[in-house]
């Protein structure tokens, strides 16, 4: 199947800095990338979706100037967490589509911010 | 979003028992899909069933769809204790967009 990864696996931050988690479609070229957030013991709820070369659309309530995403090539997508804070804390999970059914998940990315 | 709901919230059952999990939607859909993830872990794809099919199998699980019910239910058979992990439905409307249930939190006990 095709393989996604991210990259940090895993990251602790200072408040008030800004993190960025890559995603990558390793073996297939993806038109659309997915961001999700999965809070513990939670679902993953959607952040945004992203079409290479063009703004990434973001779901009501996710500040798009906090989470700016770029998807500048078909195999990366990029998530900055900027000024983190401990409430974005999370588990965030990338998502690749090469065509309109299937998503392939990426292992997700542990953020703890002190 | 709008968010499925999925029942039980949390399952327990001894090895070699069958496992069954709902899950409920709000839309029309193209597809309804199954993902499983382990703790801490990211999704793996189970299984996808579209939406003018009623039943799929593929190994010990086999899911059904009632679309006039929008409703989902996958069944795992002769669970394995290595079947432990937590199970979501995802109702996939327009282009890609998916649209996780809760999930249910399977544990099999060897």
């Known amino acids: 199947g095709a393989v996604v990864s991210q990259h940090p696996s895993r990251v602790i931050c200072k408040s008030g800095t800004s993190v960025k988690i890559e995603c990558r479609s390793l073996?297939?070229?993806?038109?659309?990338m997915f961001w999700y957030r999965q809070f513990p013991k939670q679902s993953l709820m959607l952040m945004a979706t992203s079409n290479e070369g063009s703004k990434a659309t973001y779901e009501q309530g996710v500040e798009k100037d906090k989470f700016l995403i770029n998807h500048a090539s078909l195999t990366l997508s990029t998530l900055t967490v900027t000024s983190a804070h401990p409430e974005d804390s999370s588990f965030y999970i990338c998502?690749?589509?090469?065509?309109?059914?299937?998503?392939?998940f990426g292992p997700g990315t542990r953020l703890t911010v002190l | 979003s709008q968010q499925g709901e999925e029942d039980p919230q949390a399952l327990s059952i001894q090895e070699g028992e069958n496992a069954t999990m709902n899950c409920s939607y709000k839309?029309?859909?193209?597809?309804l899909q199954w993902y499983r993830q382990n703790s801490g872990r990211g999704l793996v794809h189970l299984i996808l069933i579209r939406s003018n099919e009623r039943e799929k199998h593929s190994g010990r699980l086999r899911v059904t769809l009632d679309t006039s019910k929008k409703s989902s239910s996958l069944l795992i058979t002769a669970s394995r204790a290595a079947d432990t992990a937590s199970y979501f439905c995802?109702?996939?409307?327009?282009?890609?967009?998916?649209?996780f249930g809760e999930g249910t939190q399977l544990t099999v006990n060897p």
């Open positions: 073996d297939f070229q993806a038109t659309t």
């Open positions: 995802a109702a996939q409307t327009s282009g890609s967009r998916l649209t």
């Open positions: 839309t029309s859909i193209n597809n």
């Open positions: 998502s690749a589509s090469a065509g309109p059914r299937e998503q392939f």
